[in-house]
């Protein structure tokens, strides 16, 4: 099982380096970490008064893991998620922020649990999670993962800008679509076959 620290230098190696691309709502980035989070925490990594790109463009690839560690995984709690949860749910918080935790409640309340849809870690979310886990923890991650896959789907379904992430320009998986599956076990992979079905009304 990775650590903490391995799980958050893994999701800056996907991230990738500085990018500023129109078609992201998120932003630019620099490692994952976007402009918004660099202003929240008020660094001002070129000491020149103000938090703008050119911060963002000298974010480091350590300061954004530790960025990640403290602001994406510690202060949401999901350190205290089941631990076959964490990376994928880490991962997500990352990429896509509370919706990540919101995907998990929605998961969980269709497993007849009572838990608010609000992206926040509270007790009830914890105590659910930790009791759809105990079973069998990495069936629940499974079905996180799949989840985690029909989100983006989803979005890119309702918004064409986005389609680009979820599927390349050959027709193969996009970037959301296989790292949602780097988290699930591989039966749960979908086949070329059935990855052309679901985005074949895309056209």
């Known amino acids: 099982m990775q650590d903490v620290r391995q799980i958050a230098e893994a999701i800056v190696d996907r991230e990738g380096g500085f990018v500023s691309d129109p078609d992201d709502p998120g932003g630019a980035t620099n490692h994952g970490v976007t402009i918004h989070t660099l202003?929240?925490?008020?660094?001002?990594?070129?000491?020149?008064?103000?938090?703008?790109?050119?911060?963002?463009?000298?974010?480091?690839?350590?300061?954004?893991?530790?960025?990640?560690?403290?602001?994406?995984?510690?202060?949401?709690r999901i350190a205290e998620l089941p631990v076959a949860l964490q990376p994928s749910v880490f991962d997500m918080y990352v990429n896509a922020g509370s919706n990540a935790v919101q995907i998990l409640q929605r998961l969980l309340r269709e497993m007849g649990y009572d838990v608010a849809v609000d992206g926040v870690i509270g007790p009830q979310t914890l105590a659910a999670a930790m009791d759809a886990a105990a079973p069998d923890p990495v069936a629940l991650r499974d079905a996180y993962g799949v989840a985690r896959r029909n989100y983006y789907f989803r979005l890119a379904d309702s918004r064409v800008a986005s389609r680009k992430y979820a599927r390349t320009r050959l027709g193969g998986k996009g970037g959301w679509i296989s790292r949602a599956e780097a988290f699930l076990s591989p039966r749960y992979h979908l086949t070329q076959a059935e990855f052309s079905a679901r985005v074949a009304a895309w056209g």
């Open 39 to 76: 202003r929240r925490l008020g660094l001002d990594l070129t000491g020149d008064g103000q938090v703008s790109v050119a911060d963002l463009r000298v974010l480091s690839r350590e300061r954004a893991v530790e960025i990640f560690i403290s602001q994406y995984y510690q202060r949401p």
